[in-house]
């Protein structure tokens, strides 16, 4: 493994078995993972910390497709579970676009499940919608699968759908719809769902009309480590477009997901887990993305402040979410960036400021490493 971290550190990249050897870093290995992941994020973007401000809402968790991953979506068989079916308004959505701007939102992000009376003629109402209530804002949103439902609802394809969601105030597109880029995996949580190859068609077809991307992964359900390195295919379209600029890695939320009520999955992941989803993949610096955003919302904030600065996901770029009410988790924008962390209206602003202006490096890097070597949780 050593001989693997100095060849990164030399510059060289890692193939898909050595990425399954550093994902099987076990103790002190853990922690010489991290420190070659958090010295790639240093050299990449330096020590400097900032956030973008953003709303995420959802406008419909009413869903056709029987991803089991999610405790969020509602159809027949769901309704027993967390919440109730709602479908957002467009004067809803503009109302609550004009809200989150009214408290210092630079970004909106709109996702949602695919709803059946859903075609590409409403993501286009949408993003009028936000836009018209706020021209400012940066509009990220809509899915892979929302994009090619939406299409396909349509008669139109992807890049004349994407095109249209330019013109009408899109910047950039959410990761999320990956769950874990490989059809074995997809197969057992989201059988339904747009294959892999379809997914990055439509990130290529994003990329190419101008549009910029996240790579999302949601990781410890029913994959292995193989299928993590397998996600990381997305180096390749990286290489070919330059497309991606965040790469979000999501530990799954057990409670209410139905393929852990079925006994299915695991509860999410260890902490040495979350540290090294966050590092490993930055070992492929020359064909990712630059920033990595670590969720607040999922490990919490502490946990989302200790992979961030051990693991090198403390970058340049940095997403929160406001503290204004809204449906769904935040998500990176990759446009809207620049405000520093430690900034006026920092702590108010910002639900994880703790988080962003979390500064800790050397000795303790070594501190919260140590934890995952012990087998500590988060």
Known sequence: MREVLDGVLAGQDVDELELVDLFAARGAEVAAVAEVADELRRRAVGDEVTFVVNRSHNYTNVC????????FSKGPLSLNLRGKPYLLTLDDNASRVREAVAAGATEVCLQGGIHPSFDGSFYLDVARAVRGAAPEVHVHGFTALEVFEGARGSGWTSRRTL????????????GTAAAVLDDEVRAVLCPDRVTTDVWLEVHRTAHAVGLRS?????FNLVERPVHWAR????????RETSGFTEFVPLPFVHMAAPVYLKRGAR?????????????VPRTGRRSTSTCWPASRARPGVRCASAPRCTAGSRTSRRSCRS????????????????????????????????????????????????????GGRC
């Not at 095109?163 to 959410?174: D, F, K, N, T, V």
């Not at 996240?214 to 949601?218: S, V």
């Not at 509860?267 to 590092?279: D, F, K, S, Y």
């Not at 988790?329 to 979390?358: E, F, H, L, M």
């Open 64 to 71: 056709t497709f029987r991803c089991t991953c999610y405790g």
């Open 163 to 174: 095109r249209m969601l330019q013109e009408a105030g899109l910047r950039s597109l959410p």
């Open 214 to 218: 996240n790579i999302a992964l949601m």
């Open 231 to 238: 996600h990381l295919r997305t180096r390749a379209l990286q």
């Open 267 to 279: 509860r999410g992941p260890t902490w040495r887990e979350v540290v090294l989803v966050h590092a």
């Open 323 to 374: 503290r204004p009410r809204g449906e769904g988790s935040r998500q990176p924008n990759p446009k809207s960036c620049g405000r520093r962390a430690d900034g006026p209206g920092s702590q108010q602003d910002v639900c994880c400021s703790t988080t962003c202006s979390d500064r800790r490096s050397g000795a303790g890097l070594q501190l919260l490493v140590a934890r995952c070597a012990r």
